[in-house]
């Protein structure tokens, strides 16, 4: 779910390198292949830059990496439920349950919201959601764009750590 899929060649023993674009920028760490006999047949994975910047800086500063906690579950918006809120083109993460005290809740959210942007970012599904929260940073604030019932809202999600899982933990 948080790769970038490549064509570099990956085999096994020579993950860990970089995969940049035609600039020279970094945008991923090549990672796994897909395989069935253990050599590379042109389907790689890499880690996303953003995603290695923030566990290597969370290593570096506190030596202990601590995952942002969103305190709610999320499925897909299918068409049918995207037609019920009024969102056109189906798309975004609904808000199933909601961990009460936890950051979703302290923020507003609710069952039955639609998330369809995090700081300004559309989202297209739960999983392009808890990618760009995994890469925040706990203590820093996350926007939030939703749906519900049809009108358009926003929230201030504050990054936590799941509980028992924090930095003083």
Known sequence: EYFIQTGAAINPGNSGGALVDLNGNLIGINTAIFTRAGGSVGIGFAIPANMARAVAEAGETSGKIVRPWFGARLQEVTSDIADSLNIDPPHGALVTEVAPGGPAD?????????????????VDAPQGFDFRFATKEVGKTADIGFVRDGKAGDAQ?????????????
Do not use: M
């Not at 302290?106 to 998330?115: M, V």
């Not at 999600?157 to 933990?169: L, M, Y």
């Open 106 to 122: 302290k923020a507003g959210l609710k069952s039955g919201d639609a998330i369809i942007q995090i700081d300004g970012v559309d």
């Open 157 to 169: 999600v504050t990054i936590a750590a799941a509980p028992g899982a924090g930095p003083d933990d």
